[in-house]
């Protein structure tokens, strides 16, 4: 069989990365493109400068068509999947374009009821808005509604039939996309957006879900045993789950790529991954000019270091909360323990334990709720390219921590929604089966385990709740 070729867009917060695939998951085209920095024009605002996601989106699509016919005929591409940031908030015109530019997730706005403005006609999340811009449909994906942004029924994915539910959202019904399941064609690519794109017209554009479901589907997160720990920007675990239980303390519940399934989503750290990228900005050009002169990047250099120190990083402890939620601004980062012992790579080593460790603990209050002990991980994200982190991981939670081939999950997972919406497969778990490959796999070191057990239980869980007085004082007397 002659390839067919799947466009797989995963529009992020900080960049949109495009994957072209083949038929079997092998991605034969791999483009970013940088997003703009967020504008704060108030406290707790957030907005994406202008119309940065479409220009991000037509940008990265223009290259990878351009690297595309190099490869083979635009013709042979027969689906586009569409995955873009979750939890922002767009308030469309009539024609389409945007009114006022988008609330990012992290803009406290985007969680308020709605207000309603002159001018505005629609208000959705972002898939919503993408796709009218790909095909000139005002239709959207049911999987990226969430309950605390918009009334949309967790049972029936469809807007609810509650009046109550529509008086607390205030948003009129006439203001609302049409919604479709995942893995369904919303529309097809128009003349002006292939002027724009490169891709195809008449391309089938799929739905797909929130930018977290889209990643678990494309880790081949599809079934019991098995958690996704997530290294973005935001940092989270997920597990499958086949019911809509009701979110409590630990964990809250997602709609799922598949249809009328569910992924439970633990507490995360915001800012994730971008704690280490503050950290390779603070040592400055002329240690990243030092790590290249002898072959390294940043963190390559970094972790060469840190992969010869001890669990617990000889007393170095790190609370990775760079980025405090606005009605809690006393919250900030906490690096204690610091000695004269201590070096670059001892940071590096104690700021990536502080993220895992986080999270373990978010994760095991989710599972332990839930009644779930799996037995593997898949790790996915920018942070399971690295090998230092990958094993702390499987050293800090005991079981293996497997990492795949392809490290963009969520545009894997959009190409397998829109292989199973044109017919490739039959399902998305016969998808999943064929596009979905382990890279490797890293099993813990129990005598390691044992070590963070005793950190954590001993001292780390108890550090959050003892800074926290201490914190807000710092915040009342330096405000």
């Known amino acids: 069989m ?227 720990i997530s290294l973005g920007t935001y940092t989270a675990s997920m597990v499958h789950a086949l019911i809509n239980r009701p979110a409590t303390e630990t964990y809250y519940t997602n709609f799922s790529c598949v249809p009328n399934e569910y992924l439970y989503e633990s507490g995360g750290i915001r800012r994730g991954m971008s704690h280490v990228t503050w950290l390779k900005e603070l040592l400055g050009e002329e240690y990243a000019k030092k790590a290249e002169s002898e072959g390294y990047g940043v963190e390559d250099y970094l972790a060469k270091d840190a992969l010869m120190l001890p669990p617990g990083s000889d007393g170095l402890l790190t609370v990775p909360d760079w980025l405090a939620p606005a009605e809690q601004q006393y919250r900030k980062g906490v690096i204690i323990g610091l000695r004269d012992i201590h070096t670059k790579a001892h940071l590096f080593r104690s700021l990536l334990e502080g993220l895992a460790m986080t999270l373990k603990n978010h994760y095991e209050a989710m599972t332990s709720d839930l009644g779930l002990k799996p037995t593997m991980l898949i790790v996915s994200g920018g942070g399971s390219n690295s090998d230092l982190f990958m094993q702390i991981i499987a050293d800090m939670y005991g079981v293996p921590a497997v990492r795949n081939e392809i490290g963009g999950a969520a545009a894997l997972g959009s190409a397998i929604c829109a292989a199973t919406a044109v017919g490739l497969y039959a399902t998305p778990r016969e998808a999943v089966k064929a596009m979905v490959r382990k890279r490797d796999e890293f099993k813990p070191n ?24 201490m914190l807000i004082r710092a915040r009342d007397v330096t405000s």
């Open 2 to 228: 002659s390839d067919k070729y799947i466009i797989g867009v995963d529009n992020g917060s900080q960049s949109t990365k495009v994957l072209i695939f083949n038929q079997d998951g092998k991605a034969v085209v791999n483009m970013s493109q940088p997003l703009r920095p967020l504008i704060h024009r108030r406290p707790g605002y957030a907005e994406h400068p202008g119309d940065d996601l479409w220009d991000s989106i037509k940008a990265v699509l223009k290259k990878a068509m351009a690297e595309f016919s190099c490869i083979d005929e635009p013709s042979s591409i027969i689906g586009l999947g569409l995955c873009t940031i979750r939890c922002c908030r767009v308030l469309m015109k009539k024609d389409g374009t945007l009114h006022a530019p988008v609330m990012s997730w992290m803009d406290v706005r985007a969680y308020k009821k709605y207000r309603d403005s002159p001018g505005v006609a629609y208000t959705c999340p972002t898939t919503g808005y993408i796709t009218y811009r790909l095909t000139g449909e005002m239709k959207d994906t049911a999987a990226n509604a969430f309950q605390w942004q918009f009334p949309v029924d967790m049972d029936t994915w469809r807007w609810s039939e509650d009046k109550t539910l529509f008086d607390k959202y205030k948003i009129p019904r006439e203001k609302l996309l049409k919604l479709q399941m995942p893995g369904t064609i919303l529309g097809y690519v128009t003349e002006k957006a292939a002027i724009a794109t490169g891709v195809p017209k008449g391309t089938p554009v799929v739905a797909t879900a929130s930018d977290k479901a889209v990643e678990a589907l494309g880790s081949g997160l599809i079934g019991p045993g098995t958690a996704l």
């Open 446 to 469: 129990m005598e390691n385990y044992n070590i963070y057990a005793k950190i954590n239980d001993g001292v780390y869980k108890d550090l959050a709740p003892l800074l926290k007085p």
